[in-house]
């Protein structure tokens, strides 16, 4: 269950979370991203949410979304199919109460997943200003013959930083991290409240169907899909999002393409056209198959890891 419910969320970090050998790593990295939010939220003089106590909620979350498919698995080997399916419902019975509470007590708005996005560390490590102190040497150089302005070696940003333009645009402003901590969440309005609210209740309401109607059947199937699209719905009316509110509900109407690889419409309607696609590619493409036929052999443990529900 958790580990479709990380792939629902589109992240690829969260995918990467869930493998029980990078699991360490990956917690580790949500417990010093809450370091540098909480030294960040301090310096910038804002609150995202409430205190203290939704920075531990934020933080048990994300770490519980990490932790989510061990436990599974662990269940699984331990307790059999009883012992998984009991611990799959625990968990995102905790997981909906979380955000829940962070939702209704907080004002938390829109919640992304994971709940604490991994911050740039290069970003945090250099100091307002381009990251170098009064004293250093130019930013920038003033050609003598054009006029032209032109960064120093010494100054020139990383490339997935740099923004093209001229040196002096970019001295004076906030950096963009600081920027997003600056933004309080959109307060949210009773139907707003209500479609993330269904968004929140989904996976429970999977659980229920699927303990009332079977892994086969296609009411869960369904009864997601319809939650999904009116909450995505509801929420598309809202005006005066922030920019990563936006990008959320963005991410939310591309996770509906993973209904198509979600059983039974997988097993009875995708499965052959994708494995007749890449198997086309394979033979017709030079080089092609070095990736396709690998990813034929592996999809159906994918699809039965990833896919066989969410939440």
């Not at 005066?240 to 959320?248: A, H, K, M, N, W």
């Amino acid at each position: 269950m958790g580990s479709s419910a990380q792939l629902e969320t589109g992240h690829s970090w969260s995918l990467r979370s869930n493998h029980p050998f990078l699991l360490q790593p990956s917690t580790w990295v949500v417990l010093g991203s809450v370091e540098l939010w909480r030294c960040t939220w301090r310096q910038a003089g804002c609150h995202i949410v409430h205190g203290r106590l939704s920075t531990k909620l934020l933080t048990w979350l994300s770490v519980l979304e990490c932790v989510e498919v061990f436990m599974e698995m662990g269940a699984a080997k331990v307790w059999g199919e009883v012992g998984r399916w009991l611990v799959i419902a625990l968990i995102q019975l905790a997981k909906a109460v979380l955000r829940m509470f962070l939702l209704i007590w907080f004002k938390a708005g829109l919640q992304t997943s994971p709940p604490i996005v991994p911050l740039d560390r290069e970003a945090q490590a250099q100091p307002p200003g381009g990251g170098h102190s009064p004293g250093s040497q130019e930013q920038s150089y003033v050609g003598k013959r054009s006029n032209r302005v032109v960064r120093t070696l010494q100054n020139t940003p990383s490339l997935h930083s740099r923004h093209w333009g001229a040196p002096q645009q970019q001295e004076g402003r906030p950096r963009p991290h600081q920027e997003e901590l600056s933004i309080t969440p959109t307060p949210l309005g009773l139907q707003e409240t209500i479609a993330e609210s269904l968004y929140i209740a989904r996976p429970l309401l999977h659980l229920l169907s699927l303990g009332l109607w079977g892994q086969r059947s296609w009411t869960p199937w369904f009864l997601s899909g319809v939650v999904d699209v009116t909450s995505l719905s509801l929420l598309s009316d809202r005006r005066g999002l922030t920019r990563r509110e936006r990008l959320e509900l963005r991410h939310r109407t591309i996770l509906l393409l993973y209904y198509l690889l979600r059983s039974p419409f997988y097993d009875r309607f995708s499965e052959a056209r994708i494995l007749f696609l890449l198997q086309l590619l394979a033979d017709h493409v030079p080089g092609i198959g070095l990736v396709t036929k690998p990813l034929m052999d592996y999809l159906p443990t994918w699809q039965k890891i990833y896919f066989y529900n969410w939440g």
